[in-house]
């Protein structure tokens, strides 16, 4: 719209623009009130205590006397410490177990319930542990699992043989730690895969049936490879949600379990920081996890572009 001239020659907007100019700042204005909160959040809660804890990782301190700079002593002092180096490798195993099998019987699931009506009462089973606290779920698996508990009984039932010390035996303790953690993540990866199988275009799925697929050549061929961008979706967050197990550890093992068998990466920084109130020790440990899972995401997302096909 073209500018109007007042009588001295100067050009002006036109209502219509001066109006329309007036809502976008105020839709800014807004727009700033309502993301404050989040944005406030962020800078107390996630930025702040970031920068906190890279500082104090360069740090020995205790929260009482004068902290002292060390340099990189804490990394060094983590590294070499055969304690959270067997966390890092308990970390890693428990995302070894987790994350693929956790995975596979939640596609299993999802792909039995997607086609099955009535699948509503199915959905809130599966989702119930999502929605129950961490701590409740590993209290009640702290029951199931003792040595004289109901699974081992089940289990003598059944083989003619005592089971195994779950919670006692070094052997069976990180297996434990991932049945409960797998237990209690599984109903939001059914939901996840089970509303992108329901988002595959059906044209494709029929014309696959009119060429003669059966059903275990559309779930490989066709299936498959259109739910890969949300398998990936859920493996990276799968990952990294595995590399923070802390509570379930806390609650089942008591300490880590016995020789230090599930003791993870966040119970060692725990340990460190709220037991001994070695902050220094512990935000290197932090920093440590950080960089860790940076690495293994990068890794995914290389990947990606090989295993992962976009419809579009």
Do not use: C
């Not at 989702?127 to 029951?143: D, G, K, R, Y």
């Not at 059903?215 to 398998?231: D, E, F, H, W, Y």
Request: cysteine-free; aromatic content about 10%; glycine content about 8%.
């Amino acid at each position: 719209m073209t500018a109007l001239l007042t009588k001295t020659g100067a050009a002006v907007a036109p209502p219509v623009e001066r109006k329309e100019a007036g809502w976008r700042k105020r839709d800014r204005w807004w727009g700033l009130v309502f993301v404050s909160p989040q944005l406030i959040g962020m800078i107390a809660f996630v930025l702040l205590p970031f920068a906190v804890g890279l500082v104090l990782a360069f740090a020995q301190w205790d929260g009482l006397t004068q902290l002292t700079w060390v340099g990189f002593a804490n990394f060094q002092a983590q590294l070499a410490d055969p304690v959270f180096l067997r966390s890092m490798l308990n970390t890693l195993g428990l995302a070894l177990i987790t994350v693929p099998v956790g995975l596979a019987l939640s596609l299993l699931v999802a792909v039995a319930l997607d086609r099955l009506r009535g699948r509503t009462g199915y959905l809130l089973l599966y989702f119930a542990p999502v929605m129950t606290s961490s701590i409740a779920v590993s209290l009640v698996w702290q029951q199931i699992l003792r040595a004289d508990g109901p699974l081992n009984e089940a289990f003598t039932k059944v083989f003619g043989i005592p089971g195994p010390d779950w919670l006692g035996d070094p052997r069976f303790v990180l297996l434990a730690v991932s049945i409960v953690t797998i237990w209690s993540s599984m109903g939001l990866n059914v939901i996840i895969f089970l509303a992108g199988l329901q988002g595959i275009n059906p044209n494709v799925l029929e014309a696959a049936r009119v060429d003669g697929a059966g059903p275990l050549r559309t779930m490989m061929q066709i299936r498959l490879p259109l739910l890969s961008p949300v398998v990936f979706f859920s493996t990276v967050v799968a990952v990294i949600s595995s590399f923070q197990t802390f509570d379930v550890v806390f609650i089942l093992t008591k300490g880590g379990g016995p020789e230090n068998s599930a003791r993870t990466i966040v119970y060692q920084i725990y340990d460190e920081g709220f037991v001994h109130f070695q902050f220094g020790m512990a935000s290197a440990a932090s920093i440590i996890l950080l960089v860790l899972t940076l690495v293994v995401t990068a890794v995914q997302l290389g990947l990606q572009r090989r295993f992962v096909h976009y419809e579009s």
